[in-house]
Nanobody, 121 residues
Framework: QVQLVESGGGLVQAGGSLRLSCAAS????????MRWYRQAPGKQRELVAS???????NYEDSVKGRFTISRDNAKNTMYLQMNSLKPEDTAVYYC???????????????WGQGTQVTVSS
């Protein structure tokens, strides 16, 4: 069984910073791409940033230059450093990872439970 657990969310003032973590645990052979999504109240879930196993990153336009995604493959952990936060960044942030549990298994995309980020103006 694979679990993704996010941490690091909270309440911060506009202009502040937060660092989210997503730790994968359980039966894991390899982790391919990892992603951060977010969902604000009344809105659809959107992709914020992604990172491949080799470290190639992509960002949604509104977070470019403010957010940095990274990963520590030895720890099966992904991070999202969020700087210059704005009220419109308020959302539940979810981690997502494409994981191969065992060498003979197919890859499967797993989700974390989400962590709330609230940015006050």
């Amino acid at each position: 069984q694979v679990q993704l657990v996010e941490s690091g969310g909270g309440l911060v003032q506009a202009g502040g910073s937060l660092r989210l973590s997503c730790a994968a645990s359980g039966t894991i052979f390899s982790i391919n791409d990892m992603r951060w999504y977010r969902q604000a109240p009344g809105k659809q879930r959107e992709l914020v940033a992604s990172i491949t196993s080799s470290g190639t990153t992509n960002y949604e336009d509104s977070v470019k230059g403010r957010f940095t995604i990274s990963r520590d493959n030895a720890k099966n952990t992904m991070y999202l450093q969020m700087n210059s936060l704005k009220p419109e960044d308020t959302a539940v942030y979810y981690c997502n990872a494409l994981i191969v549990p065992t060498p003979r298994a197919s890859q499967f995309r797993y989700w974390g439970q989400g962590t709330q980020v609230t940015v006050s103006s």
